[in-house]
Each structure stands twice: as structure tokens, then as C-alpha cells.
């Protein structure tokens, strides 16, 4: 599995961006996906999750503000950011779960500043 995440980016505050994560290679049985972030210094968090069966989960930290989506046809996930923050600045990576084993992607670089 090869994940290839893009959309990173530069944003004033209160703006938006879309990050996406493509998939590729032996994808059938994956059954989670999730995008992480790391903020320099800090440890790597999860930001939202979505499963094969549709149930979703956002940290307390984005909820109301970014959105998880897949899109099966073009094998990508992605992570609509709005209302940012500049404590939102941070690298995000795609992951995917596939029995018995995690896949990440290369990570995508978000800024939020003024």
C-alpha cells in the first residue's frame, strides 16, 4: 500500500485548505483511515478517523472545523480544514489499517499564520 498525501499549504488564519491522502497498490481490505498531525516539539496526534463502515471520529480539538471524507471511486481520502488556527500548524499524514499492519504517507506540511 502506498499512500500520497498533498494539499499543505500556507493559510492565514480562518481560512481553509483541503488535504488529500491518494491510495494505491494492494488497497483491498483496508479498513480504517485517519489523518495524524505533528506540530514541531510535539508528539504526533490523531485528528479524525474514518471506517469502512462509515463511522467517523474527530478530535476534540478540530471537531466543528475540519471534515473527513473518502471518495471509493478515486481511492483518496481527504481532510477539509476550516476555520484554522495557528495552532493547527503541524505536518499531517495519512494512515491506513490494514490487518495486520499500519501504512503512512509522507506527510504534507500545513502553516497557519498571519
Known amino acids: 500500500v502506498q499512500l500520497q498525501a498533498s494539499g499543505g499549504g500556507l493559510v492565514q488564519p480562518g481560512g481553509s485548505l483541503r488535504l488529500s491522502c491518494a491510495a494505491s497498490?494492494?488497497?483491498?481490505?483496508?479498513?480504517?483511515m485517519r489523518w495524524y498531525r505533528q506540530a514541531p516539539g510535539k508528539q504526533r496526534e490523531l485528528v479524525a478517523t474514518?471506517?469502512?463502515?462509515?463511522?467517523?471520529y474527530y478530535a476534540d480539538s478540530v471537531k466543528g472545523r475540519f471534515t473527513i471524507s473518502g471518495d471509493n471511486a478515486k481511492k483518496t481520502v481527504y481532510l477539509q480544514m476550516n476555520s484554522l488556527k495557528i495552532e493547527d500548524t503541524a505536518v499531517y499524514y495519512c494512515?491506513?489499517?490494514?490487518?495486520?499492519?499500519?501504512?503512512w504517507g509522507q506527510g504534507t506540511l500545513v502553516t497557519v499564520s498571519s
Open positions: 494512515n491506513a489499517w490494514k490487518p495486520v499492519r499500519h501504512y
Open positions: 497498490g494492494s488497497i483491498s481490505g483496508i479498513n480504517v
Open positions: 474514518i471506517t469502512s463502515g462509515g463511522s467517523i
